[in-house]
């Protein structure tokens, strides 16, 4: 759907010719509409996803005399925007996390550090993960999920929640090492 | 397994593709934009023209249709509330009305208000969204659903229900309700020989099979049809965007009819012929006394008309939705409340 014309552009080019002509703002969805579907799909289903969308690129577009024009890449601004949007559905969310531990996968469910022992896969993780999940706090998951789900560099998040990247790696730490005491701490890898 | 990696496996596991609904985001976003556009400062050019195009629309519906179809000799008036009362304040309900060949249901595309006060001046045009929210729509078929979009109207209860709706949520009464059928502006428009239009760029819809050069052109009839229906290569499927374009055309076509009129009055009579048909009025025109209305009209000129979108916003409960500013939208709907 994107013109030729608008796909040689970067998104800052075209945020920046949207202030003249706002429907051309329309091609910065054409691009991250999907991506950050897929993204908010898995934080709050199909449903929720939709309108959380339909919601960013509004905010966005309500937003884009604020851009920082000197950052080529929107996605970061846009991630930060959803990211927000889906604090609303914090409560949802969790919930979503909590059914899926309910919802056993293979066998019966043993404690985390028997299956952890046993070499977990990640559907028979599934339950001890999205408990954990369903109790970080926002601000830590919202970091752990902006990297391991929305591929998101550090420098990215930073950008995305507007906060230092020290903060960035601080959280993630502390997110992480939940997610491992949940597992069972036994996972060898350690990530600086 | 590392635990960024299984936490990532979940994140898989979780993922939808989006469905082609997601496009209806990209609508509420088009709106928004034309929104900003049109309240932008600097912009009231655009409203001017829009004000303009809706003069003609409106002409096209209320004056030139009728009073070319009444020929012959004026008899006293009818049974119809226009007729009865032709120099009186009227509100009249436009409906452009999208029935598709393959679709079964007709569909209301384009939904304006128009108050014509009693001196034919300061006559006021306002678009409904088609998204629109309205308490309970009072007709049959379609009462007791709760909040519906005001498009549910036509689709389930025909114009009449529209019309119904309508004067709920305004607390106005329309004397005529007008449905335009989008098909019949093929034949209207090879009636005419083709109308001109002026395009700023040049438009290429392969979707609408729709593809016209910058500038002046002449478009027929199945040129202009793919012209007002074309969605997403112009404006960007919005739907202000689109009414607008389509009222835009319906000033062409008026300015091609008046031409037509005086130079080439048996294609002006062809014309006619289709144009009656593809207009549908409730109460039914009664042709012979549309000619004593048609006559007050003529000190109206397009600068008379004043275009305008109701006042909405996002639905609070669906921001899919648009909901009514109340506050606005009494401003709005006072001067048809005679």
Not at chain 2, 89 to 101: E, F, K, M, Q, Y
Not at chain 2, 128 to 133: A, H, I
Not at chain 2, 251 to 280: D, H, I, K
Request: aromatic share 6%; hydrophobic share 45%; with cysteine.
């Amino acid at each position: 759907m994107t013109t030729p014309t608008t796909a040689q552009q970067c998104d800052a080019d075209l945020i920046e010719s949207s202030l003249a002509d706002p429907e051309a703002f329309a091609a910065l969805f054409d691009r991250y509409a999907a991506m950050l579907f897929r993204y908010v799909s898995r934080r709050l289903g199909p449903e929720a996803a939709e309108d959380v969308v339909g919601e960013t690129f509004l905010a966005a577009f309500s937003g884009r005399r604020r851009y920082d024009l000197a950052q080529r890449d929107a996605r970061p601004w846009l991630f930060g925007i959803a990211t927000k949007q889906v604090a609303r559905h914090h409560r949802a969310e969790a919930a979503r996390y909590r059914a899926l531990r309910r919802t056993p996968v293979d066998g019966p469910v043993e404690g985390p550090a028997d299956r952890v022992a046993a070499g977990v896969t990640a559907s028979a993780s599934r339950p001890v993960l999205a408990e954990a999940l369903a109790g970080l706090p926002r601000r830590d998951l919202d970091v752990l999920l902006l990297v391991a789900w929305g591929d998101l560099a550090y420098e990215e998040v930073a950008r995305a929640l507007d906060i230092p990247v020290g903060t960035v790696r601080s959280r993630l730490n502390r997110a992480r090492r939940k997610v491992r005491a949940a597992l069972g701490d036994t996972d060898p890898t350690e990530e600086a | 397994m590392d635990d960024l990696e299984l936490i990532r496996d979940l994140g898989r596991e979780l993922e939808h593709e989006p469905a082609p609904s997601l496009l209806r985001q990209r609508e509420r976003l088009m709106d928004a934009a034309a929104a900003g556009w049109r309240r932008g400062p600097g912009r009231w050019t655009l409203f001017g023209a829009v004000a303009a195009v809706a003069a003609a629309a409106v002409t096209a519906v209320a004056i030139v249709v009728p009073a070319a179809l009444t020929g012959g000799d004026a008899r006293p008036a009818g049974m119809d509330i226009t007729a009865r009362n032709p120099g009186n304040a009227l509100n009249l309900l436009v409906i452009g009305s999208d029935t598709r060949p393959r679709v079964n249901e007709a569909r209301s595309d384009t939904i304006v208000m128009v108050h014509v006060p009693a001196d034919r001046k300061n006559i006021r045009a306002v678009s409904v969204p088609r998204d629109l929210l309205v308490d309970d729509i009072p007709c049959r078929g379609v009462r007791g659903k709760g909040r519906a979009p005001i498009n549910t109207s036509f689709s389930l209860g025909g114009a009449a229900c529209t019309r119904m709706a309508l004067e709920s949520l305004t607390k106005a009464r329309f004397d005529q309700t007008v449905v335009v059928d989008f098909n019949g502006f093929k034949g209207m428009v090879d009636a005419l020989g083709g109308v001109d239009i002026t395009l700023p760029q040049a438009v290429s819809d392969p979707a609408a099979k729709l593809k016209l050069p910058r500038g002046k052109q002449r478009l027929d009839g199945t040129q202009a049809l793919a012209y007002v229906r074309a969605r997403r290569s112009l404006g960007g499927g919005s739907d202000i965007v689109r009414v607008r374009r389509q009222l835009q055309f319906m000033e062409a076509l008026t300015q091609r009819a008046r031409e037509q009129q005086r130079r080439n009055p048996v294609r002006f009579g062809r014309f006619l012929t289709v144009a009656a048909g593809s207009v549908e009025a409730t109460p039914r025109w009664d042709l012979r006394s549309l000619r004593a209305l048609a006559g007050t009209f003529r000190d109206t000129g397009a600068e008379d008309v004043e275009f305008a979108m109701l006042p909405v916003r996002a639905a609070p409960e669906d921001s899919n939705r648009l909901a009514l500013d109340p506050a606005a939208a009494e401003r709005t709907f006072a001067p048809f409340r005679r």
